[in-house]
């Protein structure tokens, strides 16, 4: 039950979540003493809505994934579960990344929780998708597009350092020995 309930909140819909974020921040809703509505910490909390069931989602499956590969294996070695996680996340680090960067990517791309709770205001709250948006319905296109290729410049620098991490980690392990041969001189 609890796992249906995750994996249906990976495709929350992400005006849903800005109007409920809307409702809970306005004047007369529970949140309203806070005053963040059109803020930007309206924008980051509807952005964490929104991230946290796909970091969670795609986490549990990495653990679960492992757990059932090594977990018999290190329990048996007397592995602890502080131990246990450290060795995971460790072992799991690249598979983690790709979690964070899928996380990044669902906040990175959104346009209408954003819109709805930060009022789209120009040197305010207005960030680029929303910008591209804007800018689409105006009919500025050439505006629009070099937005987002400026948004995809960023999201592939990402992806590079990530690549060109992984292809250094991948380098200096190969240069370890693996026995104690390469240790003693």
């Not at 072992?91 to 819109?115: D, H, K, P, Q």
């Amino acid at each position: 039950m609890l796992l249906t309930m995750l994996n249906t909140l990976l495709a929350l819909p992400s005006v849903v979540v800005g109007l409920v974020i809307y409702l809970l921040l306005s004047r007369t809703g529970p949140l309203g003493f806070l005053g963040w509505l059109f803020s930007f910490k309206a924008m980051v909390l509807a952005q964490v809505v929104l991230v946290v069931p796909v970091a969670a989602a795609l986490s549990r499956q990495v653990v679960e994934d492992v757990d059932a590969a090594h977990g018999e294996q290190w329990r048996s070695l007397g592995a602890g579960n502080l131990l246990r996680c450290l060795l995971l996340a460790w072992n799991e680090r690249f598979a983690l990344l790709t979690v964070v960067v899928a996380c990044f990517g669902r906040a990175i791309s959104e346009v209408g929780a954003v819109m709805i709770v930060g009022g789209n205001m120009e040197g305010f709250t207005r960030v680029m998708t929303t910008a591209i948006a804007l800018e689409t319905s105006k009919g500025d296109l050439p505006l629009a597009l070099a937005l987002g290729i400026v948004l995809l410049a960023i999201v592939g620098c990402l992806n590079v350092l990530l690549a060109l991490f992984r292809h250094w980690q991948d380098r200096h392990q190969q240069s370890k020995p693996t026995s104690l041969r390469g240790w003693v001189t």
